[in-house]
């Protein structure tokens, strides 16, 4: 059996014409005609020839391959972001080599040397939950290969960010509940470490402060949003109080999802005994009973704006020498969940 790799040249020799003219054709070159194109195409299929991409990179330096790291891929958030990442990054020629850290710096250091070492163009980053040390990203910025940040940034690393006010948002949300007449807020939120989660707990407790509602730290629950550590928040902690609380606000919607469930489980009515607001405005949060109110996280277009951003640039037509912060645009999306009178919703 002949393992030989096909080359240009034996495609040349087949046909009696030069390498250079189906190294041109293979890249649909417009100094070639159809039909010898074709007659190319054709033997190239033939003789399962297969194009040297690596070489071709070498040359040219690029390799149209932007890295992706995400803290996990089973969430519908990130699913969002990674499908406008590649709707744009693919319409422009470029592929995506996705990873994931599962929410750990270790894995988060080993997806960052893969990448490299597969000479991505540049590499799109959303830090995992314990990530305190950056200097897997120091070998990027020394080749000057490009870096965005997006939803869970680093604030010690001078590079673009891509990013929503969690400030504004956890303010919002907030103030939603106290304006519906709930007074004892609790708040499920992630590691505050992670700019999101501190970001939203500062607008929850400004909210609070706004409203002069106090502010105490046992109304504050971190843990890392699992259903486990959801469950046992709300099944040895919150249900155990003396004075339960008359309304939660959480960091995501599955957890937010999964609360309501637990809740509704022990008989309490939501939200006549508690409401519950969410965020991501993940489908989810639409088709609980009652629905869920949420902050609506603009996942698609995010991505889309990372991948405009970092193509724009790797073509030369942006720049990203100086430190910038772009926010996008978030809602708050009104639903059962939160609202004692359910006549204002229709």
Known sequence: ????????????????????????????????????????????????????????????????????????????????????????????????????????ELKEKTNAITMFNNRVDALIVSLAADTSDYAHFESFMKKNIPIVFFDRVPEQIDTTKVLIDNFAAGYKA????????????????????????????????????????????????????????????????LLKREKLPDALFISNDSSAAFALSILKGKGLRIPEDMAIVGFNNDLISKVTEPPITTIHYPGIEMGESIARILIDYLNGQGDLSFTSKIFLETELVVRGSSVKDISALT
């Not at 790291?69 to 592929?95: C, D, H, Q, T």
């Not at 470490?193 to 046992?218: I, K, S, T, W």
């Open 1 to 104: 059996m002949n393992n030989k790799e096909v080359t240009i040249y034996d495609i040349a020799d087949k046909l009696a014409i030069s390498a250079a003219t189906v190294s041109r054709a293979l890249q649909d070159h417009p100094a070639v005609n159809k039909k010898t194109k074709q007659r190319i195409n054709e033997l190239a299929i033939e003789l399962g020839y297969r194009s040297n991409k690596f070489a071709s990179n070498l040359r040219t330096k690029r390799t149209n391959t932007l890295g992706l790291i995400v803290p996990r891929l089973n969430s519908l958030f990130m699913s969002s972001v990674i499908s406008g990442i590649e709707k744009v990054a693919n319409g422009a020629g470029y592929n995506l080599i996705i990873s994931q850290s599962f929410e750990q």
């Open 174 to 237: 907030t103030q939603h509940l106290i304006e519906q007449g709930y007074r004892l807020i609790v708040h499920i939120t992630g590691n505050r470490m992670r700019n999101v989660y501190r970001e939203r707990f500062e607008g929850y407790r400004q909210a609070l402060a706004d409203a002069h509602l106090p502010f105490d730290e046992d109304m504050v629950i971190s843990n890392d949003l699992s259903e486990q550590a959801i469950q046992e928040a709300i099944e040895h902690n």
